[in-house]
């Protein structure tokens, strides 16, 4: 009897409480040389360096009566040396289990603003999201391409750490105080280098942002956002050449009080074009609700219907502050939602109505935003406990959805978020001896409730 037991990364806090029992009770535990020097404490079997299948076959021929133990880093269920013996066990018969880690696919960030990682622990003063927004603008009027590309690879990097394989930059910060930079994307490209240097795969959202608010002009540091027009912003991105292995370039319509009505339609149109994701900030706040009422006499989601933006391609960020006729809209179009539920609650903006906009139809999804935390599995469990404190019930997302909009990369333009066959290996293995882990099923045997 051998026995298959799979470490994650290749340290014992992968090990799963059935796996760790497993090692303890074993004979003869076999692996890699490094993978055998980390067992922890109780495994006494006698340790032997083998990892090649001819060797392990030979191994169980000579010690037929012995529990045999072998250890891989990676997850024997999805990822590791195992696929390779597994056929050959059975092949000759021997009898086998594999007691996985826990593996999850790889985790989706929707929504981000890179530079709004500077203000974590600085923005804690009362106020509003709109003096909020003063100091984060003050962070944006200082960055140039470099100091940019290593402020993006700390973000990025952070979320590697977290289990995130993609993410969505909202990216707007296109120029600079004065003038042109000589090549017109080149903050964008110090994004996607900051991208490659964490080793994270880019959406970048290249965002068209045009006006200071509904008819109001450009302030100093908003000038640094605009290409002048919609025309003028397809034109640039046109010119923005990625590697598309690893990065794609979508459109966002940064707001219904950023672009004009009437330009909504060609960045709608631009990415309907490529078929590339469009994202868009929807209602986050009421004031922008309140504004647009008295701009065009209906509300944000309205608006953006009747421009043609809406529509399974299109992303929704926040959608905070919905009628019923909103969320109908959203839902019947098979428009996304994106939920920044850390960053909301950290700006005061609200909790969005996510169950009835998931029963509605928009598949949802989940974003650091303002990186207050980069937790995807925070942001959705977060979800879950918003709809507890606005319906004052529990159990509105059960786990497999909230892991569901915690790897929504189809939003970002990847097929990826799942494990089975056509989707990206895109895998995460988690640790498991962290105390919040105690006592839960995953480090005890399980037992009836």
């Avoid at 950023?258 to 074009?273: E, L, N, T």
Wanted: charged share 20%.
């Amino acid at each position: 009897m051998i026995t298959l037991i799979g470490m994650g990364s290749g340290t014992p806090g992968s090990l799963t409480a059935q796996g760790l029992a497993a090692l303890q009770g074993a004979d003869r535990i076999l692996g890699a040389k490094r993978l055998l020097a980390t067992l922890p404490e109780g495994c006494t079997g006698n340790r032997q360096a083998l990892y090649k299948p001819d060797e392990i076959l030979a191994c169980l021929a000579a010690h037929p009566d012995e529990e045999i133990a072998l250890v891989y880093s990676g997850d024997t269920g999805f990822y590791s040396g195992a696929s390779q013996l597994l056929p050959m066990l059975r092949a000759f018969g021997i009898s086998c289990r594999v007691l996985p880690g826990l593996s999850v696919p790889g985790l989706a960030n929707g929504h981000s603003h890179a530079f709004h990682r500077a203000l974590r622990g600085r923005t804690g003063a009362r106020g509003t999201f709109w003096t909020w927004r003063e100091v984060m603008y003050a962070v944006a009027a200082r960055l140039d391409p470099d100091s940019y590309r290593r402020l993006a690879t700390g973000v990025f990097a952070e979320m590697v750490l977290a289990g995130i394989t993609s993410v969505g930059e909202f990216h707007y910060l296109h120029h600079p105080p004065t003038g042109r930079y000589s090549d017109p994307n080149e903050m964008g490209r110090a994004l996607v280098l900051a991208a490659a240097d964490a080793g994270l795969r880019l959406t970048l959202l290249d965002t068209c942002y045009l006006d200071g608010g509904f008819g109001a002009e450009l302030n100093e540091v908003q000038r640094r956002f605009t290409d002048g027009d919609a025309d003028s912003w397809a034109q640039r991105v046109d010119q923005f050449d990625v590697d598309g292995s690893r990065v794609r370039v979508g459109a966002a319509v940064h707001s219904v009080r950023a672009v004009p009505a009437q330009q909504i339609p060609v960045v709608a149109g631009w990415a309907r074009r490529r078929g590339a994701p469009l994202h868009v900030h929807l209602s986050e706040q009421r004031k922008e609700n309140e504004d647009c009422l008295a701009a065009h006499g209906c509300t944000p989601t309205q608006l953006l219907d009747s421009r043609g933006a809406l529509g399974e391609g299109t992303t929704a960020v926040h959608a905070t502050h919905l009628t019923e006729q909103d969320i109908a809209l959203l839902g019947g179009s098979g428009t996304g939602v994106c939920l920044c539920p850390t960053t909301e609650a950290d700006l005061g903006d609200g909790i969005g109505p996510a169950a009835a906009l998931a029963a509605a139809g928009s598949p949802l999804s989940v974003g650091s935003d303002g990186h207050s935390v980069i937790d995807a599995l925070a942001e959705a469990q977060a979800v879950e406990a918003g709809q507890r404190l606005s319906a004052e019930s529990r159990g509105h997302f059960s786990t497999g959805e909230q892991l569901a909009a915690a790897t929504a990369h189809r939003c970002l333009g990847w097929d990826s978020g799942r494990i089975a066959a056509g989707y990206r290996a895109d895998l995460v293995a988690l640790a498991l001896d962290v105390g919040s882990l105690n006592g839960t099923y995953v480090n005890r045997e399980p037992v009836d409730m």
